[in-house]
T-cell receptor, first 109, second 113 residues
């Protein structure tokens, strides 16, 4: 059974057109994360939530926002995607280890 | 600051060979956790192992084994009798206070038939 679900798996957007990626979890974990992974690179932490407590990484661009309306759901909003934002976006939850979702691959045209 | 170094960018072996993936970490924290994740071509990150900083016992799980040496800040991963299905990118990661996980750059392992 899927524990961390990401929708959609593939997302295509146009340059500058806002896009939202979604993540849900069935594990009831307090902590949720968003990572960005570009081709042939390590995942890079964008932000994480401890319950509703939001923690932004210092180098996360302002273009990226997140919402967590409840324990189960978390959203990543990219307000004006640029070509450099094309990447795999990974959601994860945590208790004793990180449980990753399958990722959403974002293409920006 | 935390840092994880995986010096081997790519490794290529022939099936049934043993292969060791190196991982060296830096942290000033005395309590931390080390991880290995596997990322096959499908893209999902698959958890392999978690080890806390107070447990230096080596671990074996089937064909996988891990060697944790605090004295050299290393947490190396060995696959014995490699198989084609082991082909993937392997990431070593370090978790310190505040639940932040820092990944190494990954090692692309290719196992050829």
């Amino acid at each position: 059974d899927a524990m961390v679900i990401q929708n959609p798996r593939y997302q295509v957007t146009q340059f500058g057109k806002p896009v939202t990626l979604s993540c849900s979890q069935t594990l009831n974990h307090n902590v949720m994360y968003w990572y960005q992974q570009k081709s042939s690179q390590a995942p890079k932490l964008l932000f994480h939530y401890y319950d509703k407590d939001f923690n932004n990484e210092a180098d996360t661009p302002d273009n990226f926002q997140s919402r967590r309306p409840n324990t189960s759901f978390c959203f990543l909003d990219i307000r004006s995607p640029g070509l450099g934002d094309a990447a795999m976006y990974l959601c994860a939850t945590s208790r004793d280890k990180l449980y990753f979702g399958p990722g959403t691959r974002l293409t920006v045209l | 600051a935390q840092k994880v170094t995986q010096a081997q960018t790519e490794i290529s072996v022939v099936e049934k060979e043993d292969v060791t993936l190196d991982c060296v970490y830096e942290t000033r924290d005395t309590t931390y956790y080390l991880f290995w994740y596997k990322q096959p071509p499908s893209g999902e990150l698959v958890f392999l192992i978690r080890r806390n900083s107070f447990d230096e016992q080596n671990e074996i799980s089937g064909r996988y084994s891990w060697n944790f040496q605090k004295s050299t800040s290393s947490f190396n991963f060995t696959i014995t009798a490699s198989q084609v299905v082991d082909s993937a990118v392997y990431f070593c990661a370090l978790e310190t206070s505040g639940s932040r996980l820092t990944f190494g750059e990954g090692t692309q392992l290719t196992v050829n038939p």
